[in-house]
């Protein structure tokens, strides 16, 4: 029972690091892109 509660939460904190990686990785794309047009 009580791996199967650790399961859970491992699951919960990866999924929720892959979706900040996600995010962050997004947001640098976008500040990337302004930093050009800006050059420009």
Do not use: C, E, P
Not at 19 to 24: E, G, M, S
């Amino acid at each position: 029972m009580d791996l199967n509660i650790y399961l859970i939460i491992g699951g919960i904190i990866g999924f929720v690091l892959a979706f900040v990686l996600a995010t962050k990785q997004r947001n640098d794309k976008k500040a990337t892109s302004d930093q050009q047009s800006d050059k420009a």
